[in-house]
C-alpha cells in the first residue's frame, strides 16, 4: 500500500512539474518564435504574393478580432496606396491543414496572389503546391467572392496531377479566405485607411 | 573498474560511442545526416536532452520508485525534448525545419532510455553528468562524420553552420565538374555509408 502511494505521488509530482515548467517556457517563447515562423515561413509567401509593393507588409501588419480568433492582416501599398491585403486561412490537405497566404486588392476584390505556407503534404506530389508557381499563379486575378473549384468539381482551377486532395485544400483555403474577407471587410477598410495617412 | 570521471567521458568518444559501437539510436543517425550541419544539429539537441536527463534521474534516483521508473524517464526525457524544440524553434528555425519530426522523436532514441537505465539510474550526479557528456559528444561526432561522407560525395559540399545570409562550410571541393551522386544524400545511401562506417570501426578496433 505504502508503495502505491509513493509511485502515484511521485509520478503526479514530475508530470505536474514538467508540465508547469514546459507551459511557462512555451509562454516566454511564443512570442520569439512567432517572430520566426514570419521570417521564415510566412514571410516568404507574403514577399512573393505582394511583390513590388513599396513597403515592408511584415512590418506592416495589424489584426482584427473574429469572434475567438484573431487574424493577422499583412498590407502592402501600391503606388502609393495601402490597398491590398495578405491573410492566411486553411484548408484540410491529405496529411493535415494546409495553410494557404492570400492576397486581396480591396478595390476590386480580386485575388492578386496565393501562397501555400504551412502543409504536411506528400513530397513531390502534394507538396509541389508549395513550390510549382504554375498551380498559385491560376488564382491571380481571380475574384474572392466566388467559391474557388479545381475543374474536376466544375471550376476554374486545373489541379496538380497526382495531388487532387491537396488542390482542393487550396482551393477550400482559398474559398475561406473569401468568406472571412466578406466578413471583415469593413473592418479592412477603416484599418486600411490608417496605412494611408 | 574503477569510476573515474575521465573514464566515463572518455568511454562515449571511443569505445562506446552510440551509433557506432552500441549501434543504438540509428533512426536519427539514418535519417538526417544528408547535411554535415543536420548532424550536428540533431546531435547537439540529443546530447542537451542526454545531459539534463541523466542529472535529473540521477539525482532523483533515490525517490524513484523501482517499478514505475521507466515511467518517470520518460516523463523526464520528454520534458526535455519538449524544451529542446520550443529553444530550437525559437532560435534555430531553419534547423527546426530541416529535422521537422525527428526532434520530437528524441524521446524514444534509445541512446538516452538506455543511459537513463543502464547508468544514471546506478550512479551519482557527477558520474551521470560525465557519462551524458561523453555518449552526446560521441553521438554528436558521429552524426556529423556521417553527415560529412554523404554531403561530400551526395552534393560535393560541406556545410556547417547555414545563416540568413551566408552559408559557413566548403562548397565544390572537387571541383565544379564533379557530378555529386545523389544516392548518397537519399535513405539507401544513408545505410550504406553507415554499413561502411561501422566496417572501418571494426577494422580499426578499440
Known sequence: ?197 | MTKTLTHEFVKGLWKEVPPLRLVLGLCPTLAVTKTVENGIGMGVATAFVLVCSNILVSALRNIIPHQVRIACFIIIIAAFVTVAELLMQAYTYPLFLSLGIFIPLIVVNCVILGRAEAFAYKNGVMLSLADGLGMGVGFTLSLAALGAVRELLGANNLTIWTTTTSVIGLQEIFGPSFQPFTFMVEAPGAFVSLGLLLCLMNLVGD
Open chain 1, 1 to 197: 500500500m505504502r508503495e502505491m502511494i509513493t509511485m502515484v505521488v511521485v509520478l503526479t509530482v514530475l508530470s505536474t512539474f514538467s508540465g508547469g515548467v514546459l507551459a511557462s517556457l512555451k509562454n516566454a517563447t511564443a512570442a520569439r518564435i512567432e517572430v520566426q515562423q514570419l521570417k521564415f515561413v510566412k514571410g516568404p509567401a507574403i514577399k512573393i504574393i505582394l511583390k513590388g509593393a513599396s513597403n515592408d507588409p511584415i512590418a506592416d501588419r495589424f489584426t482584427i478580432k473574429d469572434g475567438d480568433t484573431e487574424r493577422k492582416f499583412f498590407v502592402g501599398k501600391f503606388d502609393g496606396k495601402a490597398n491590398t491585403v495578405a491573410f492566411e486561412s486553411y484548408g484540410k490537405g491529405y496529411g493535415g491543414d494546409v495553410g494557404l497566404m492570400v492576397g486581396v486588392n480591396i478595390e476590386d476584390d480580386t485575388i492578386v496572389g496565393v501562397g501555400v505556407t504551412t502543409h504536411m503534404e506528400t513530397p513531390g506530389l502534394g507538396a509541389t503546391a508549395k513550390t510549382n508557381p504554375d498551380f498559385t499563379s491560376q488564382f491571380k486575378g481571380l475574384s474572392i467572392k466566388e467559391a474557388l473549384k479545381i475543374t474536376k468539381d466544375g471550376g476554374k482551377v486545373n489541379a496538380l496531377s497526382g495531388a487532387t486532395i491537396t488542390s482542393r485544400a487550396v482551393c477550400v483555403a482559398a474559398t475561406g479566405a473569401g468568406n472571412i474577407y466578406r466578413k471583415l471587410k469593413p473592418q479592412l477598410v477603416e484599418k486600411l485607411k490608417e496605412f494611408n495617412q
